[in-house]
Nanobody, 123 residues
């Protein structure tokens, strides 16, 4: 599986961005898909995940970010609203071949990673 993320950029605080991640492979619909983010010197941080069971969010983004997927297009999205400067990071999409896991929040759970897209939120 190859993942290609895009949609990052520079936005003012309070603004919105939508990230997209296109996946290759025939079994996309069965994968758990997730977004993580990372700033230099820190560990990769869970943002949101989606699978057949539902959607999951980090507390820091709950109510502001929405993860969704279009299985026909093999694409997962992250709609980010009310952005804050602390949301600035490189955002990565990830795929887990397991349809469900209790460890959806852990980077170690994921088998495939996209290349990352930079989101910068100015104050």
């Amino acid at each position: 599986v190859q993942l290609q993320a895009c949609g990052g950029g520079l936005v003012q605080a309070g603004g919105s961005l939508r990230l997209s991640c296109a996946a290759s492979g025939r079994t996309f619909s069965s994968y758990t898909m997730a977004w993580f983010r990372q700033i230099p010197g820190k560990e990769r941080e869970f943002v949101a995940a989606i699978n057949w069971s539902g959607t999951y969010y980090a507390d820091s983004v709950k109510g502001r970010f929405t993860i969704s997927r279009d299985n026909a297009k093999s694409t997962v999205y992250l709609q980010m609203n009310s952005l804050k400067p602390e949301d600035t990071a490189v955002y990565y999409c990830a795929a887990d071949s397991a349809a469900y896991s209790d460890s959806y929040y852990s980077p170690r759970e994921y088998d495939y990673w996209g290349q990352g897209t930079l989101v910068t939120v100015s104050s």
